[in-house]
């Protein structure tokens, strides 16, 4: 079974400040790894995946993740932060491999503040 | 192309009704998944519909079931409703193999 964990509930940084949120994975085998941003009553948006191939991912917004197979991690970094990234952030995993589906398990999500 | 659309957006039923949730996924995606987000949660898999039949299934119980149809389309049915069945419930669709889910703003039900 595949289990997620965002470490920080609520993350507060200030408008220009590094955004660093969490996540750390358990799974017997390498998944694939995605992060979600959720605004207020709204459904989720793909910021970034990794599947395959380099392990630092860009993705919009100027958010990018490293996959580090080691740490089994998946932190989501921004160096500066602004007032629109105020959201709530899901870190998921879905299982590798072909016929595997395409379920994704979420993480409990980290609560991103940026004070002015 | 279309995106994910749901509805409805809101509703409230009584304890002990039944629901239905709709979903129409986006252009070109074969399959669809159900999540449910309890307040303050993360999104918990429901289920998966693969060419109208169902491919995978979370630890939901039988009163949580579905149906995907010919286009591609999807309902979430939940019998008994219970009070701990409010939640925003999400539709997902992607592409046969493909990694990427789009979803859908999410309907929020509410079980008085």
């Known amino acids: 079974a595949q289990s997620v964990t965002q470490l920080g509930s609520h993350v507060s940084v200030s408008e220009g400040a590094l955004v660093l949120l969490r996540c750390n994975y358990s799974?017997?085998?390498?998944?694939?790894l995605f992060w979600y941003v959720q605004y207020p009553n709204q459904g989720l948006q793909l910021l970034l995946k990794?599947?395959?191939?380099?392990?630092l991912v860009k993705g919009i917004n100027g958010f990018e993740a490293e996959f580090k197979k080691s740490e089994t991690s998946f932190h989501l970094t921004k160096p500066s932060a602004h007032m629109s990234d105020a959201a709530e952030y899901f870190c998921a995993v879905m299982p590798s491999g072909n016929n595997a589906g395409n379920m994704l398990t979420f993480g409990g999500g980290t609560r991103l503040m940026v004070k002015p | 192309e279309t995106g994910v659309t749901q509805s409805p957006t809101h509703l409230i039923k009584t304890r002990g009704q039944q629901v239905t949730l709709r979903c129409s996924s986006q252009?070109?995606?074969?399959?669809v998944s159900w999540y449910q987000q309890a307040l303050g949660q993360g999104p918990q898999f429901i289920f998966q519909?693969?060419?109208?039949?169902?491919?995978g299934r979370g630890n939901f119980p039988p009163r949580f079931s579905g149906l995907q149809f010919p286009n591609y389309s999807s309902e979430l049915n939940v019998n008994a409703l219970e009070l701990d069945d409010s939640a925003l419930y999400l539709c997902?669709?992607?592409?046969?193999?493909?990694?990427?889910?789009?979803f859908g703003q999410g309907t929020r039900l509410t079980v008085v």
């Open positions: 252009s070109g995606h074969n399959t």
């Open positions: 997902a669709s992607t592409k046969q193999m493909n990694t990427e889910a789009f």
């Open positions: 799974s017997s085998v390498p998944p694939y």
């Open positions: 990794y599947t395959t191939g380099a392990t």
């Open positions: 519909y693969y060419r109208e039949e169902e491919n």
